[in-house]
Each structure stands twice: as structure tokens, then as C-alpha cells.
T-cell receptor, first 114, second 113 residues
Framework: DAGVIQSPRHEVTEMGQEVTLRCKPISGHDYLFWYRQTMMRGLELLIYFNNNVPIDDSGMPEDRFSAKMPNASFSTLKIQPSEPRDSAVYFC????????????FGSGTRLTVV | KQEVTQIPAALSVPEGENLVLNCSFTDSAIYNLQWFRQDPGKGLTSLLLIQSSQREQTSGRLNASLDKSSGRSTLYIAASQPGDSATYLCAVRWVGGYQKVTFGIGTKLQVIP
């Protein structure tokens, strides 16, 4: 298995632009998570899906953030409009229903909003 | 409030030394605890997963212990190598909800040749 695949690896955009981050989870994993990592706050859970359905989006910072999972093999995290304070590394992770199995993380997308 | 703390934030040791990284958590009602490694600019790699019923897990030179009652876990690295240099994070999965997972901020380890 290729693991969790995220794209792009790096994104530099201007303030006010729309940004879309993409994630392909591991096949067969029922759960998909979006995390944001910053130096100040560490890893924060933004939203997670179970069987393509959003379960908890309480970590999404504001209405400018939205996430979708149209099928079991693809998810997007969109920021519109982007702001400099959104600059961070965004990780996607997936795991199966069995809580005894570890999370698997993607390599992340480093977002810089100028 | 369910929190995870890792101290120290950074650690520098000479090659060959045995070392211990610490993780503490505020609520003993945990389902499991996972240790990750993160290399600069990379994602998180799972190292060890300890279930709440277990006391320790071992993988190669790594040994993770868990003491729920005291709210502590340690990651022991034997005979450290420069290649062990990375940030190590612990993540606690709490009881009472599949995705109540809290990450520590990590300990940045540097092993000096």
C-alpha cells in the first residue's frame, strides 16, 4: 500500500485566494482525519470522517474552512478566502475501525499564505 | 480537561547514550497511547502503540512503557544514533469516543555524533 497520499506537498498562495488540499487515505480505512500543525499549538484535529460522513468538525477554525469526502478514496480541505494565519502544515491521516490499530499519517501539505 | 504534556521540549545527547522521553496525561481513562516520530518537513511515523491493558511495548531499540494510574508513558531509546534525531510525539486516545485523541507538542531529540 502506498500509504496516505497528500497533495500538493507545498502550497504558496496570496491572501484571499482559495486553497484546496487533497488526500487519498489507505484503502479499507474507515476513518479519515484532517490535522493542522503549528509551532505554537502543535497538532490540532480539524475534522474527521467515518465512512465518508463528517462526524466532528468542531475543530474547524471558522467558516472559511470546509472539508468534503465524496468517496472512500478522496477527501479535500478547502480554505476560502485564505489568510496569513492559516499558514501551517496540514496533515491527513486514516485508520480502520479497529481502535487497536495505529493511525497512519500522510506527508503533509505545507501551506504558506502571503 | 484532557491534556498531554511532553517534557523536555528539546533534548541533546551524545551518540551511544541511552535516553528516556516523557509523556504525561491528565486523565487515566485512556484507550491506548501511541508514540510517533516526525522528521523535519515530513509526516508522522508510528513507532509503538500501547493498549491501556499493557505495561510496555518493544520494537528494536525502542521500549515504551505505560503507567495509567500515574498518567505517564516513557519512550526509552537504547544506544542512540544520529539517525534517531527527530521530534517524538505521543498521542493519547481517550475512552468515550473513537476520535478523542490528543497529541503532545513533542520532544525534539538531537543525537550528536
Amino acid at each position: 500500500d502506498a500509504g496516505v497520499i497528500q497533495s500538493p506537498r507545498h502550497e504558496v498562495t496570496e491572501m484571499g485566494q482559495e486553497v484546496t488540499l487533497r488526500c487519498k487515505p489507505i484503502s479499507g480505512h474507515d476513518y479519515l482525519f484532517w490535522y493542522r500543525q503549528t509551532m505554537m499549538r502543535g497538532l490540532e484535529l480539524l475534522i474527521y470522517f467515518n465512512n465518508n460522513v463528517p462526524i466532528d468538525d468542531s475543530g474547524m477554525p471558522e467558516d472559511r474552512f470546509s472539508a468534503k469526502m465524496p468517496n472512500a478514496s478522496f477527501s479535500t480541505l478547502k480554505i476560502q478566502p485564505s489568510e496569513p494565519r492559516d499558514s501551517a502544515v496540514y496533515f491527513c491521516a486514516s485508520s480502520p475501525s479497529d481502535r487497536d490499530v495505529a493511525f497512519t499519517f500522510g506527508s503533509g501539505t505545507r501551506l504558506t499564505v502571503v | 480537561k484532557q491534556e498531554v504534556t511532553q517534557i523536555p521540549a528539546a533534548l541533546s545527547v551524545p551518540e551511544g547514550e541511552n535516553l528516556v522521553l516523557n509523556c504525561s496525561f491528565t486523565d487515566s481513562a485512556i484507550y491506548n497511547l501511541q508514540w510517533f516520530r516526525q522528521d523535519p518537513g515530513k509526516g508522522l511515523t508510528s513507532l509503538l502503540l500501547i493498549q491501556s491493558s499493557q505495561r510496555e511495548q518493544t520494537s528494536g531499540r525502542l521500549n515504551a512503557s505505560l503507567d495509567k494510574s500515574s498518567g505517564r508513558s516513557t519512550l526509552y531509546i537504547a544506544a542512540s544514533q544520529p539517525g534517531d534525531s527527530a521530534t517524538y510525539l505521543c498521542a493519547v486516545r481517550w475512552v468515550g469516543g473513537y476520535q478523542k485523541v490528543t497529541f503532545g507538542i513533542g520532544t525534539k531529540l538531537q543525537v550528536i555524533p
